[in-house]
T-cell receptor
């Protein structure tokens, strides 16, 4: 079975600073990895996904993530935080099992952006 | 396109009451999912459907039933609500079967069971 660990349930950065949200996965087969963002009182929105094409994945709103197989990691970064980035971020993993794309989510990281 | 919609947005139940949550999607997606979101636990899959007339259990199915009578609708039922089912419920859908396929989420239903 696959799993995801997100280190840090709360991360606080200053506006303009680097954003780094950590995600490590566990999977016995090649995984597909996702980052979703949830703004207050809304559903989840896809930021980016890794599907084995390129290890550095660029997403929306200036976010990117790098798949590192040797470290089993898929950390999310953004060079310069903006106030509008304040939200909860979820890392998720999915594998091909023949039964549809069931996602396994991490516990989430709440990002706070301060002036 | 409305995408994925959920009805109702909020609901308060008493222990033992029943209710049905409705999820609708207008994207002609084959696959639909119900998740629950609890603080510090992320989202967990309750039930899912790989097509009209089919349903399957997810990670936390106990206490819930589902039906997919029409391709665009996926219903989640609670026959006898318990306080442990207080949660935010999200419906999602996807077009492709592949594990790399994006899931599209609804806005959620916040359920409180007293």
């Amino acid at each position: 079975a696959q799993s995801v660990t997100q280190l840090g349930s709360h991360v606080s950065v200053s506006e303009g600073a680097l954003v780094l949200l950590r995600c490590n996965y566990s999977s016995s087969v090649p995984p597909y990895l996702f980052w979703y963002v949830q703004y207050p009182n809304q559903g989840l929105q896809l930021l980016l996904k890794y599907t084995s094409a390129a290890t550095l994945v660029k997403g929306i709103n200036g976010f990117e993530a790098e798949f590192k197989k040797s470290e089993t990691s898929f950390h999310l970064t953004k060079p310069s935080a903006h106030m509008s980035d304040a939200a909860e971020y979820f890392c998720a993993v999915s594998v091909n099992t023949g039964g549809g794309n069931k996602l396994t989510f991490g516990t989430g990281t709440q990002l706070k952006v301060e002036l | 396109n409305a995408g994925v919609t959920q009805t109702p947005k909020f609901r308060v139940l008493k222990t033992g009451q029943s209710m049905t949550l409705l999820c609708a999607q207008d994207m002609n997606h084959e696959y639909m999912y119900w998740y629950r979101q609890d603080p510090g636990m992320g989202l967990r899959l309750i039930h899912y459907s790989v097509g009209e007339g089919t349903t399957a259990k997810g990670e936390v199915p106990d206490g819930y039933n589902v039906s997919r009578l029409k391709k665009q609708n996926f219903l989640l039922g609670l026959e006898s609500a318990a306080p442990s089912q207080t949660s935010v419920y999200f419906c999602a859908s996807s077009y492709f079967r592949s594990a790399g396929s994006e899931q599209f989420f609804g806005p959620g239903t916040r359920l409180t069971v007293l």
